[in-house]
């Protein structure tokens, strides 16, 4: 499908802008323009757009080393005149592509949508999600890209509830990540062979696209845009690859990469990595970077278009990743893992209705659907099902009064396969605490409590003496977040 005069196109137009000028006149016309207020009852209800990317570490956004992967995102992010809410500490309930997907759509933690690996992506109840609930609102809603893994399962090509324009792509494999996939369109089935245009993140967004402009004006919408970058094989848009080659990249250094001291059995089992291993990795971490190029690229453009439909002011847009991805941290390769490579997502927000800001407060993947139902609620009646998440509302409105979520601390959790056994963790602020299903217990002092501050996850200190009442109160966290019910 052809781009000239949509993605593409606009943003070839927009390279030739004077970009100084235009971040002045931003910051001049933000000081002067005041807030807009949330839609009341009788008003229309803010537009929802959810980008969700595939596999993307916690150190691309945003990048402090080298060049961003995500340049326009994050120069956004970074703004104080943009009312971007940046999430320091976000994290996936389960590490892993469909569960974490099916916690985003419903607000619940993976043992209680039944979707705790990606083989039970057919588990999920798809009555009840946020698009049956914002579509039974009066929503126009879309998914384009990623659903779950192995959709449609035995049922054959359709459409789930809720969902007014549904494009699946399915991946059959690593090699039809980015070219030579089929899709699910509206019911039906596509290919869409190997060549330039049908690069998935372009060819996606262009669906993406046609569905901003073909949006019902003067109605409410909801678009979940879910690209297949940055997953491997990092394969990234024509114009891209090689973008980073030479440029410096966060990583552990090799003994870093290999202290696995304190770790459970499955990790230290796991072959040492070697130079020229880890050099491979850094060239991984480069590609991946690469592939993110064009999602930052597409975002603007997305951006653009609910700009040219006036309707900036009360849309909320929402960036994150379904996991992350440990590339040779803990001498692990991929997700699954309960540490910080695996679990952290970033999170950006753009709210119309709030002040430029950092959060460091503890949040997961399962707020999303409450803080997108709290924003509907507030302009008319929409279902409010039980969920295990806590709304963000008061980090995302400058006018609420309502506190923010306390949390000692967040669950995460994985149900274990061949591969990796079960473990479930609770996340402080300043600790990580995991319980392995072979008994091994992890302690991690990530801000240095008992003494250097350890963010790498290296010093396992639970069985340190000075630790002994931190272990016992996060045990006993642990236990209860993990025996919790569904929140009514």
């Known amino acids: 499908m052809p781009m000239d005069g949509t993605v593409a196109g606009w943003i070839a137009a927009s390279r030739v802008r004077g970009a100084l000028t235009g971040a002045l006149l931003c910051v001049a016309v933000a000081a002067l323009l005041p807030r807009p207020s949330p839609p009341g009852p009788d008003e229309l209800a803010p537009n929802i757009l959810i980008v969700l990317t595939d596999d993307q570490s916690i150190d ?138 049908g690069y998935a993140t372009t060819y996606l967004a262009e669906e993406a696209m046609s569905f901003l402009r073909a949006a019902p004006a003067g109605e409410p919408w909801f678009l979940v845009y879910s690209p297949p970058a940055p997953h491997e094989p990092w394969l990234a848009a024509p114009g891209d690859r090689g973008a980073f080659t030479g440029q410096p ?102 709210s119309p209705w709030a002040a430029h800001s950092t959060v460091d407060d503890l949040v997961l993947n399962v707020d999303l659907a409450p803080t997108v139902l709290d924003f509907v609620a507030s302009s008319g009646t929409v279902a409010h099902p039980a969920v295990d998440g806590a709304s963000l509302h008061p980090y995302l409105d400058a006018s609420s009064t309502d506190p923010p979520p306390e949390r000692p601390g967040v669950l995460l959790q994985y149900t274990g396969d061949a591969e990796v056994p079960a473990w479930a963790a609770v996340r402080t602020r300043e600790f990580t605490f995991i319980r392995t299903s072979d008994g091994t217990v992890e302690l991690y002092d990530l801000l240095g409590r008992f003494g250097e501050p350890d963010p790498g996850e290296l010093r396992n200190l639970a069985d340190d003496v000075r630790s002994g009442s931190v272990v016992a109160e996060l045990d006993s966290l642990l236990e209860s977040l993990v025996r919790a019910p569904t929140r009514g």
């Open 60 to 197: 691309t956004l945003p990048s402090a080393v080298g060049a961003p992967p995500m340049p326009w995102l994050q120069s956004q992010i970074q703004d104080p005149a943009q009312p971007w809410v940046t999430f320091t500490n976000a994290f996936l309930d389960t590490p892993l592509c469909c569960p974490s997907r099916a916690s985003i759509l419903t607000g619940l933690t993976s043992p209680h949508t039944g979707v705790q690996t990606n083989a039970d992506g057919f588990d999920l109840d798809a009555s009840s999600t946020l698009a049956t609930w914002l579509n039974d609102a009066g929503y126009t809603t879309g998914l384009i890209g990623k659903y779950l893994n192995d959709f449609p399962w035995d049922r054959g090509p359709s459409v789930p509830p809720g969902w007014d324009r549904f494009v699946a792509k399915q991946n059959a494999g690593l090699d039809t990540t980015y070219y030579g996939y089929s899709l699910i369109d509206q019911g039906v089935p596509q290919f869409v062979a190997s060549s330039p245009q």
């Open 249 to 350: 990249v966060s990583s552990p250094s090799l003994r870093e990469m290999n202290d696995v001291r304190g770790k459970p059995a499955w990790i230290r089992s796991l072959l040492p990595i070697t130079e020229a291993h880890r050099a491979l990795l850094l060239t991984q971490r480069r590609r991946a970077s690469e592939t993110l190029l064009e999602v930052d690229r597409v975002m603007q453009a997305m951006t653009e278009q609910v700009r040219a439909r006036g309707e900036l002011d009360r849309t909320i847009i929402v960036f994150l990743t379904d996991n992350g991805f440990s590339f040779g941290e803990h001498r692990w390769t991929g997700k699954r893992c309960p540490y910080e490579a695996c679990v952290r997502t970033p999170l950006a927000i753009r």
